[in-house]
Protein backbone atom coordinates (compact mmCIF):
# COMPACT_ATOMS: atom_id res chain seq x y z
CA UNK A 1 0.00 0.00 0.00
CA UNK A 2 1.45 3.64 -0.94
CA UNK A 3 2.43 5.88 1.99
CA UNK A 4 0.21 8.47 2.34
CA UNK A 5 0.90 11.35 -0.13
CA UNK A 6 2.37 9.48 -1.94
CA UNK A 7 1.25 8.69 -6.05
CA UNK A 8 2.92 5.63 -7.92
CA UNK A 9 3.42 6.98 -11.81
CA UNK A 10 1.65 5.52 -14.51
CA UNK A 11 1.50 5.39 -18.52
CA UNK A 12 1.72 8.47 -20.78
CA UNK A 13 -1.53 7.31 -22.17
CA UNK A 14 -3.86 8.64 -20.27
CA UNK A 15 -1.81 11.19 -19.97
CA UNK A 16 -3.06 12.01 -23.32
CA UNK A 17 -6.36 10.91 -23.08
CA UNK A 18 -6.95 13.41 -20.68
CA UNK A 19 -5.55 16.17 -22.78
CA UNK A 20 -7.68 14.48 -25.60
CA UNK A 21 -10.71 15.28 -23.64
CA UNK A 22 -9.88 18.54 -22.69
CA UNK A 23 -9.75 19.36 -26.35
CA UNK A 24 -12.94 17.68 -26.87
CA UNK A 25 -14.66 19.44 -24.18
CA UNK A 26 -13.60 22.86 -25.12
CA UNK A 27 -14.98 22.29 -29.03
CA UNK A 28 -18.21 21.53 -27.83
CA UNK A 29 -18.68 24.17 -25.50
CA UNK A 30 -18.20 26.52 -28.19
CA UNK A 31 -21.55 27.96 -30.00
CA UNK A 32 -21.82 27.24 -33.64
CA UNK A 33 -24.54 27.86 -36.40
CA UNK A 34 -25.72 24.17 -37.09
CA UNK A 35 -28.17 23.72 -39.59
CA UNK A 36 -28.97 26.98 -39.92
CA UNK A 37 -29.43 27.43 -35.97
CA UNK A 38 -28.78 30.86 -34.90
CA UNK A 39 -27.34 29.68 -31.85
CA UNK A 40 -25.19 26.50 -31.11
CA UNK A 41 -26.13 23.95 -28.34
CA UNK A 42 -23.38 23.74 -25.44
CA UNK A 43 -22.04 20.30 -24.46
CA UNK A 44 -20.72 21.02 -20.79
CA UNK A 45 -18.49 17.87 -19.95
CA UNK A 46 -16.21 20.00 -17.38
CA UNK A 47 -17.02 17.93 -14.00
CA UNK A 48 -15.65 14.57 -16.15
CA UNK A 49 -12.71 16.90 -16.89
CA UNK A 50 -12.20 17.53 -13.22
CA UNK A 51 -12.63 13.89 -12.58
CA UNK A 52 -10.00 12.92 -14.90
CA UNK A 53 -7.48 15.60 -13.59
CA UNK A 54 -8.42 14.40 -10.06
CA UNK A 55 -7.66 10.61 -10.80
CA UNK A 56 -4.29 11.94 -12.81
CA UNK A 57 -3.70 13.51 -9.31
CA UNK A 58 -4.25 10.76 -7.27
CA UNK A 59 -2.69 7.92 -9.59
CA UNK A 60 -0.10 10.07 -10.61
CA UNK A 61 -0.56 8.27 -14.05
CA UNK A 62 2.47 10.00 -16.85
CA UNK A 63 3.78 12.05 -14.29
CA UNK A 64 7.26 13.59 -15.14
CA UNK A 65 8.26 15.99 -11.71
CA UNK A 66 8.04 14.32 -8.13
CA UNK A 67 7.75 17.22 -5.39
CA UNK A 68 9.02 16.14 -1.71
CA UNK A 69 7.69 17.96 1.08
CA UNK A 70 9.65 17.76 4.17
CA UNK A 71 7.96 19.44 7.35
CA UNK A 72 10.75 21.86 9.34
CA UNK A 73 12.01 20.17 12.21
CA UNK A 74 10.87 16.86 11.38
CA UNK A 75 12.00 13.67 9.23
CA UNK A 76 8.59 13.36 7.28
CA UNK A 77 8.38 13.93 4.03
CA UNK A 78 5.47 13.52 2.06
CA UNK A 79 6.17 12.33 -1.72
CA UNK A 80 3.69 13.76 -4.52
CA UNK A 81 3.92 12.81 -8.58
CA UNK A 82 2.71 15.63 -10.37
CA UNK A 83 2.64 17.18 -14.03
CA UNK A 84 4.89 20.09 -15.03
CA UNK A 85 2.49 21.38 -17.64
CA UNK A 86 -0.83 21.59 -15.05
CA UNK A 87 1.76 22.73 -12.20
CA UNK A 88 3.33 25.78 -14.42
CA UNK A 89 -0.27 26.53 -15.57
CA UNK A 90 -0.93 28.00 -12.22
CA UNK A 91 2.51 29.35 -10.33
CA UNK A 92 5.99 30.82 -12.23
CA UNK A 93 7.77 30.03 -9.50
CA UNK A 94 6.80 26.18 -10.23
CA UNK A 95 7.26 26.80 -13.64
CA UNK A 96 11.01 28.06 -13.31
CA UNK A 97 11.91 25.38 -10.64
CA UNK A 98 10.87 22.40 -12.59
CA UNK A 99 11.68 24.21 -15.78
CA UNK A 100 15.63 22.20 -15.99
CA UNK A 101 14.57 19.44 -13.08
CA UNK A 102 12.22 16.68 -12.74
CA UNK A 103 12.75 16.37 -8.82
CA UNK A 104 12.22 18.80 -6.37
CA UNK A 105 12.85 19.14 -1.83
CA UNK A 106 10.09 21.59 -0.45
CA UNK A 107 10.87 22.96 2.77
CA UNK A 108 7.81 24.10 4.33
CA UNK A 109 6.44 24.63 7.67
CA UNK A 110 4.40 21.79 9.70
CA UNK A 111 1.31 23.62 8.88
CA UNK A 112 1.77 23.92 5.75
CA UNK A 113 3.51 20.95 5.16
CA UNK A 114 0.43 18.89 6.38
CA UNK A 115 -2.08 20.92 4.05
CA UNK A 116 0.15 20.37 0.96
CA UNK A 117 -2.03 17.93 -0.56
CA UNK A 118 -5.22 20.39 -0.66
CA UNK A 119 -3.08 22.87 -2.54
CA UNK A 120 -1.62 20.15 -4.93
CA UNK A 121 -5.42 19.04 -5.23
CA UNK A 122 -6.57 23.21 -5.83
CA UNK A 123 -4.05 23.02 -8.75
CA UNK A 124 -5.43 20.14 -10.42
CA UNK A 125 -9.24 20.89 -9.86
CA UNK A 126 -9.25 24.50 -8.91
CA UNK A 127 -11.46 23.60 -5.48
CA UNK A 128 -10.80 22.33 -1.89
CA UNK A 129 -12.22 22.25 1.34
CA UNK A 130 -11.02 24.64 4.04
CA UNK A 131 -11.10 24.59 7.89
CA UNK A 132 -10.76 27.82 10.11
CA UNK A 133 -7.40 26.21 10.92
CA UNK A 134 -6.12 25.71 7.27
CA UNK A 135 -6.92 28.96 6.19
CA UNK A 136 -3.33 30.53 7.39
CA UNK A 137 -1.30 27.65 6.16
CA UNK A 138 -3.27 27.60 2.14
CA UNK A 139 -2.71 31.28 2.47
CA UNK A 140 0.86 31.04 3.13
CA UNK A 141 1.73 28.33 0.37
CA UNK A 142 -1.12 30.10 -2.11
CA UNK A 143 1.30 33.74 -1.23
CA UNK A 144 4.86 31.48 -1.58
CA UNK A 145 4.09 30.08 -4.94
CA UNK A 146 2.28 33.13 -6.64
CA UNK A 147 -1.32 31.52 -6.66
CA UNK A 148 -3.15 34.90 -6.83
CA UNK A 149 -6.50 32.72 -7.14
CA UNK A 150 -6.38 30.49 -3.96
CA UNK A 151 -4.70 33.82 -2.34
CA UNK A 152 -8.17 35.22 -3.19
CA UNK A 153 -10.30 32.78 -2.27
CA UNK A 154 -8.76 32.13 1.17
CA UNK A 155 -8.50 35.67 2.09
CA UNK A 156 -12.68 35.94 1.03
CA UNK A 157 -13.14 32.65 2.86
CA UNK A 158 -11.69 34.28 6.53
CA UNK A 159 -13.36 37.82 6.47
CA UNK A 160 -16.37 35.76 5.55
CA UNK A 161 -15.61 33.77 8.85
CA UNK A 162 -14.78 37.04 10.33
CA UNK A 163 -18.20 38.35 9.92
CA UNK A 164 -19.50 35.23 11.15
CA UNK A 165 -17.97 35.29 14.56
CA UNK A 166 -16.11 31.97 13.87
CA UNK A 167 -12.39 33.12 13.08
CA UNK A 168 -9.59 33.83 14.77
CA UNK A 169 -9.71 37.93 14.78
CA UNK A 170 -6.34 38.45 16.85
CA UNK A 171 -4.61 35.66 15.16
CA UNK A 172 -5.51 36.49 11.73
CA UNK A 173 -4.80 40.27 12.05
CA UNK A 174 -1.23 40.04 12.99
CA UNK A 175 -1.05 37.49 9.77
CA UNK A 176 -2.43 40.25 8.12
CA UNK A 177 -0.06 42.73 9.54
CA UNK A 178 3.20 40.43 8.62
CA UNK A 179 1.96 39.44 4.43
CA UNK A 180 0.69 43.37 3.95
CA UNK A 181 -2.79 41.70 3.05
CA UNK A 182 -4.51 45.26 4.36
CA UNK A 183 -7.48 43.93 2.84
CA UNK A 184 -8.11 41.29 5.59
CA UNK A 185 -6.30 43.17 8.19
CA UNK A 186 -8.90 46.08 7.98
CA UNK A 187 -11.66 43.44 7.81
CA UNK A 188 -10.12 41.99 11.22
CA UNK A 189 -9.42 45.45 13.22
CA UNK A 190 -13.06 46.22 11.79
CA UNK A 191 -14.47 42.78 13.40
CA UNK A 192 -12.34 43.62 17.12
CA UNK A 193 -13.65 46.57 17.56
CA UNK A 194 -17.10 46.31 16.95
CA UNK A 195 -17.17 42.86 19.04
CA UNK A 196 -14.68 44.41 21.97
CA UNK A 197 -16.55 43.02 25.06
CA UNK A 198 -16.59 39.45 23.97
CA UNK A 199 -12.53 39.53 22.39
CA UNK A 200 -11.51 40.67 25.82
CA UNK A 201 -13.80 37.95 27.90
CA UNK A 202 -12.03 35.57 25.31
CA UNK A 203 -8.15 33.75 25.31
CA UNK A 204 -7.26 35.78 22.23
CA UNK A 205 -6.87 38.77 24.38
CA UNK A 206 -3.49 38.05 25.53
CA UNK A 207 -2.70 37.24 22.17
CA UNK A 208 -3.01 40.91 20.99
CA UNK A 209 0.44 42.89 20.48
CA UNK A 210 0.89 46.27 21.53
CA UNK A 211 0.87 47.83 17.90
CA UNK A 212 -2.58 45.52 17.58
CA UNK A 213 -3.93 47.34 21.17
CA UNK A 214 -3.24 50.74 20.23
CA UNK A 215 -5.04 50.90 17.17
CA UNK A 216 -8.30 49.62 18.51
CA UNK A 217 -7.46 52.19 21.71
CA UNK A 218 -7.63 55.19 19.22
CA UNK A 219 -10.74 54.13 17.21
CA UNK A 220 -14.30 55.94 18.65
CA UNK A 221 -16.33 52.96 17.08
CA UNK A 222 -15.14 50.15 20.03
CA UNK A 223 -18.65 48.57 20.94
CA UNK A 224 -18.35 47.78 24.55
CA UNK A 225 -20.21 47.99 27.71
CA UNK A 226 -18.46 51.22 29.10
CA UNK A 227 -15.20 52.96 29.50
CA UNK A 228 -14.39 51.52 32.75
CA UNK A 229 -14.49 47.86 30.80
CA UNK A 230 -12.01 48.77 28.30
CA UNK A 231 -9.80 50.39 31.10
CA UNK A 232 -9.96 46.90 33.12
CA UNK A 233 -9.20 44.96 30.12
CA UNK A 234 -5.99 47.03 29.28
CA UNK A 235 -5.37 46.47 32.69
CA UNK A 236 -5.45 42.67 32.72
CA UNK A 237 -3.85 43.06 29.68
CA UNK A 238 -0.91 45.17 30.96
CA UNK A 239 -0.98 42.54 33.73
CA UNK A 240 0.00 39.33 30.86
CA UNK A 241 2.00 41.24 28.66
CA UNK A 242 4.44 42.61 30.77
CA UNK A 243 5.17 46.15 28.18
CA UNK A 244 8.05 48.56 28.56
CA UNK A 245 6.92 51.46 30.74
CA UNK A 246 6.65 53.73 27.86
CA UNK A 247 4.14 51.72 25.81
CA UNK A 248 2.27 51.03 28.90
CA UNK A 249 1.98 54.67 29.49
CA UNK A 250 0.86 55.25 26.24
CA UNK A 251 -2.11 52.80 26.33
CA UNK A 252 -3.00 54.45 29.21
CA UNK A 253 -2.91 57.88 27.74
CA UNK A 254 -5.44 56.40 25.55
CA UNK A 255 -8.11 55.65 28.21
CA UNK A 256 -11.28 58.50 27.99
CA UNK A 257 -11.08 59.25 31.45
CA UNK A 258 -14.14 61.85 31.22
CA UNK A 259 -15.81 58.94 30.01
CA UNK A 260 -15.78 57.36 33.50
CA UNK A 261 -17.78 58.47 36.53
CA UNK A 262 -16.31 60.37 39.71
CA UNK A 263 -17.19 57.48 41.71
CA UNK A 264 -15.38 54.73 39.91
CA UNK A 265 -12.21 57.36 38.86
CA UNK A 266 -11.59 57.30 43.08
CA UNK A 267 -12.17 53.32 42.92
CA UNK A 268 -9.40 52.99 40.38
CA UNK A 269 -6.99 55.65 41.61
CA UNK A 270 -7.31 53.54 44.89
CA UNK A 271 -7.28 50.14 43.94
CA UNK A 272 -5.77 49.92 40.67
CA UNK A 273 -1.89 48.59 40.13
CA UNK A 274 -1.69 49.95 36.68
CA UNK A 275 -2.15 53.47 37.83
CA UNK A 276 -0.66 52.79 41.45
CA UNK A 277 2.76 52.00 39.31
CA UNK A 278 2.07 54.73 36.02
CA UNK A 279 -0.27 57.19 38.04
CA UNK A 280 1.92 60.36 36.99
CA UNK A 281 1.84 59.51 33.54
CA UNK A 282 -1.83 60.07 33.51
CA UNK A 283 -2.30 62.31 36.10
CA UNK A 284 -3.07 65.57 34.22
CA UNK A 285 -6.06 63.13 32.38
CA UNK A 286 -7.46 62.78 35.64
CA UNK A 287 -7.25 66.37 36.84
CA UNK A 288 -8.94 66.84 33.70
CA UNK A 289 -11.97 64.01 33.97
CA UNK A 290 -12.34 65.63 37.95
CA UNK A 291 -12.90 69.06 36.52
CA UNK A 292 -15.36 67.92 33.62
CA UNK A 293 -17.44 66.22 36.00
CA UNK A 294 -17.66 69.45 38.75
CA UNK A 295 -18.46 72.17 36.46
CA UNK A 296 -21.47 72.38 33.29
CA UNK A 297 -20.26 71.30 30.00
CA UNK A 298 -21.31 75.07 28.71
CA UNK A 299 -19.38 76.61 31.68
CA UNK A 300 -16.03 74.01 31.40
CA UNK A 301 -16.31 74.68 27.28
CA UNK A 302 -15.49 78.16 27.98
CA UNK A 303 -12.09 77.25 29.05
CA UNK A 304 -11.05 74.26 27.73
CA UNK A 305 -11.38 72.31 24.13
CA UNK A 306 -14.02 69.15 24.21
CA UNK A 307 -13.27 68.59 20.51
CA UNK A 308 -10.67 65.97 21.74
CA UNK A 309 -11.68 62.43 21.56
CA UNK A 310 -11.14 62.34 25.38
CA UNK A 311 -14.64 64.02 25.64
CA UNK A 312 -16.14 61.84 22.62
CA UNK A 313 -18.21 58.92 23.55
CA UNK A 314 -17.69 55.08 22.32
CA UNK A 315 -20.74 52.90 20.93
CA UNK A 316 -21.20 51.69 24.83
CA UNK A 317 -23.54 49.10 25.58
CA UNK A 318 -24.53 50.32 29.27
CA UNK A 319 -28.59 51.71 30.00
CA UNK A 320 -27.48 55.49 30.37
CA UNK A 321 -26.09 55.45 25.95
CA UNK A 322 -28.87 53.33 24.44
CA UNK A 323 -31.14 50.38 24.25
CA UNK A 324 -31.64 46.79 22.80
CA UNK A 325 -34.47 46.70 20.80
CA UNK A 326 -35.53 43.41 19.28
CA UNK A 327 -37.95 43.19 16.32
CA UNK A 328 -39.83 40.44 15.61
CA UNK A 329 -41.25 39.54 11.89
CA UNK A 330 -39.48 42.76 10.63
CA UNK A 331 -40.82 42.74 7.33
CA UNK A 332 -44.65 42.74 8.68
CA UNK A 333 -45.42 46.36 9.65
CA UNK A 334 -44.00 49.38 10.74
CA UNK A 335 -42.75 49.40 14.94
CA UNK A 336 -42.12 52.71 17.05
CA UNK A 337 -40.80 52.65 20.30
CA UNK A 338 -39.13 55.07 22.74
CA UNK A 339 -35.79 55.16 25.53
CA UNK A 340 -34.20 57.34 27.50
CA UNK A 341 -30.31 58.06 27.46
CA UNK A 342 -28.18 60.87 29.86
CA UNK A 343 -28.15 63.83 28.35
CA UNK A 344 -24.13 63.77 28.62
CA UNK A 345 -21.49 62.16 30.06
CA UNK A 346 -20.44 64.99 32.44
CA UNK A 347 -21.37 64.43 36.46
CA UNK A 348 -22.78 67.38 36.45
CA UNK A 349 -25.73 65.70 33.83
CA UNK A 350 -25.85 62.51 35.60
CA UNK A 351 -29.36 63.39 36.40
CA UNK A 352 -30.79 64.82 33.10
CA UNK A 353 -32.18 62.49 30.37
CA UNK A 354 -33.64 62.84 27.14
CA UNK A 355 -36.07 60.94 25.77
CA UNK A 356 -36.01 59.27 21.99
CA UNK A 357 -38.68 58.22 19.74
CA UNK A 358 -37.83 55.64 17.35
CA UNK A 359 -39.85 54.41 14.16
CA UNK A 360 -39.22 51.35 12.24
CA UNK A 361 -40.78 50.57 8.83
CA UNK A 362 -39.62 47.22 6.49
CA UNK A 363 -40.54 48.88 3.22
CA UNK A 364 -40.75 52.67 3.48
CA UNK A 365 -40.87 54.03 -0.29
CA UNK A 366 -38.83 57.03 -0.85
CA UNK A 367 -41.01 60.35 -2.72
CA UNK A 368 -39.43 59.55 -6.04
CA UNK A 369 -40.79 55.71 -5.86
CA UNK A 370 -44.45 57.16 -4.47
CA UNK A 371 -47.19 56.57 -6.88
CA UNK A 372 -49.36 58.88 -8.18
CA UNK A 373 -52.79 56.73 -7.72
CA UNK A 374 -54.40 58.36 -10.96
CA UNK A 375 -52.80 60.72 -13.83
CA UNK A 376 -54.87 63.25 -15.75
CA UNK A 377 -57.29 61.04 -16.95
CA UNK A 378 -58.50 59.80 -14.32
CA UNK A 379 -56.94 56.24 -14.99
CA UNK A 380 -55.53 54.47 -12.12
CA UNK A 381 -51.46 54.44 -11.96
CA UNK A 382 -50.47 50.62 -10.79
CA UNK A 383 -49.31 50.99 -6.74
CA UNK A 384 -45.74 50.53 -6.33
CA UNK A 385 -44.86 46.67 -5.00
CA UNK A 386 -43.62 46.22 -1.45
CA UNK A 387 -40.23 45.17 -2.61
CA UNK A 388 -39.51 48.78 -4.22
CA UNK A 389 -39.36 50.01 -0.74
CA UNK A 390 -36.36 49.29 1.92
CA UNK A 391 -36.55 49.54 5.83
CA UNK A 392 -36.00 52.70 7.12
CA UNK A 393 -34.76 53.64 10.82
CA UNK A 394 -35.93 57.36 12.51
CA UNK A 395 -34.56 58.93 15.86
CA UNK A 396 -35.87 61.80 16.96
CA UNK A 397 -35.83 63.41 20.53
CA UNK A 398 -39.28 64.04 21.99
CA UNK A 399 -38.76 67.44 22.46
CA UNK A 400 -36.16 70.29 22.12
CA UNK A 401 -35.00 72.91 24.48
CA UNK A 402 -32.09 74.47 26.07
CA UNK A 403 -30.77 71.58 27.86
CA UNK A 404 -28.98 70.13 24.69
CA UNK A 405 -27.45 73.78 24.27
CA UNK A 406 -23.67 73.02 23.07
CA UNK A 407 -24.65 69.66 22.14
CA UNK A 408 -25.08 67.74 19.23
CA UNK A 409 -26.26 64.10 19.02
CA UNK A 410 -24.70 60.86 17.06
CA UNK A 411 -26.82 58.14 16.69
CA UNK A 412 -25.55 54.78 16.13
CA UNK A 413 -27.53 51.59 15.58
CA UNK A 414 -25.73 48.21 15.77
CA UNK A 415 -27.20 45.05 13.98
CA UNK A 416 -26.51 41.78 15.79
CA UNK A 417 -26.35 38.19 14.37
CA UNK A 418 -26.07 35.17 16.22
CA UNK A 419 -22.36 33.10 16.02
CA UNK A 420 -21.73 30.07 18.78
CA UNK A 421 -23.82 30.95 21.01
CA UNK A 422 -22.98 34.17 20.84
CA UNK A 423 -24.82 37.40 19.68
CA UNK A 424 -22.02 39.56 17.50
CA UNK A 425 -22.16 43.03 16.04
CA UNK A 426 -22.47 42.01 12.45
CA UNK A 427 -23.51 45.61 11.25
CA UNK A 428 -23.23 49.36 12.14
CA UNK A 429 -24.83 52.24 10.62
CA UNK A 430 -24.07 55.38 12.01
CA UNK A 431 -26.14 58.85 11.17
CA UNK A 432 -24.71 62.31 10.68
CA UNK A 433 -25.16 64.49 12.95
CA UNK A 434 -27.64 66.57 11.92
CA UNK A 435 -29.38 63.62 10.26
CA UNK A 436 -32.26 61.40 12.07
CA UNK A 437 -31.64 58.40 9.62
CA UNK A 438 -28.54 56.25 8.09
CA UNK A 439 -29.31 56.82 4.05
CA UNK A 440 -27.99 53.02 4.48
CA UNK A 441 -30.09 51.74 6.67
CA UNK A 442 -30.35 47.56 6.06
CA UNK A 443 -29.76 48.93 2.20
CA UNK A 444 -28.86 45.41 1.22
CA UNK A 445 -31.00 43.51 3.66
CA UNK A 446 -33.91 40.87 2.35
CA UNK A 447 -36.24 40.86 5.68
CA UNK A 448 -38.27 38.53 4.06
CA UNK A 449 -35.63 35.46 3.67
CA UNK A 450 -36.06 33.80 7.17
CA UNK A 451 -32.39 32.85 7.06
CA UNK A 452 -30.91 36.53 6.45
CA UNK A 453 -27.47 37.40 8.06
CA UNK A 454 -29.44 39.82 9.72
CA UNK A 455 -31.98 38.31 11.42
CA UNK A 456 -31.91 36.37 14.46
CA UNK A 457 -34.77 32.94 14.73
CA UNK A 458 -36.59 35.58 12.49
CA UNK A 459 -36.21 38.77 14.81
CA UNK A 460 -34.05 41.84 14.30
CA UNK A 461 -31.70 42.65 16.63
CA UNK A 462 -30.88 45.81 17.38
CA UNK A 463 -29.00 48.22 19.39
CA UNK A 464 -29.82 51.79 19.76
CA UNK A 465 -26.78 54.16 20.88
CA UNK A 466 -27.16 58.21 21.22
CA UNK A 467 -23.71 59.56 21.86
CA UNK A 468 -23.40 63.63 23.14
CA UNK A 469 -20.73 65.41 20.99
CA UNK A 470 -19.80 68.49 22.73
CA UNK A 471 -18.80 72.15 21.40
CA UNK A 472 -16.45 74.57 22.43
CA UNK A 473 -18.40 77.44 22.62
CA UNK A 474 -16.74 80.59 24.01
CA UNK A 475 -12.49 80.65 24.86
CA UNK A 476 -11.78 82.73 27.17
CA UNK A 477 -8.60 84.93 26.53
CA UNK A 478 -5.35 84.37 29.07
Given at each position: MPRR??????S???????????GL?????????V?G??????????QA??????EL??Q??????????????T??????HAH????????E??????SN???A?L???????AV?????RY?Y????T??????I?????????G???????V??Y????????AG?AV?WY?Y???????????S????LA????A????????????E?L???????DL?LQD?LEL??????????????P?????????I????I????????????A???R??P?VA?L?????????A?????A???D??????????YL?????A????NN?????????FQ????????DA?????W????S??????SL????????GTA??A???E???????V?????G?D??G???????L???RQQ??LL?R???????S?????D???H?????RN????????????????PV?????????
Open positions: GYSKPGWGSFWAMLTLVVTRAAQRADGEAAGTSINHSVLQRLQLRGNASDVVLRVQAAGDEVRVFRLLLGLHSLFRELLQSEVQEPRDCAFDKFILCGELVLLTQAPLHRLATKYVASLQRGADMRAHLAGGPGHAVGTGDEALRECLQFWNLSVVASAEWGAVSPLWQLLQRSVEFQALEAWLGRARPPAVAERALRARYPMPPAQLFQLQARSALAHGADLLQAYQFHASPLHYKFFVNGSSFLPRNAPAWGPWVIPARDDRSTSTQLGPSGHGRRVTNVLFPRWLPVRPVYADAALPARPDGRPRLVTPASSGAAVSFQKTVVGAGRVHAYSFHQSEEAGFLAADLQRSEYLVENALHLHLIVKYHTLIRTPK
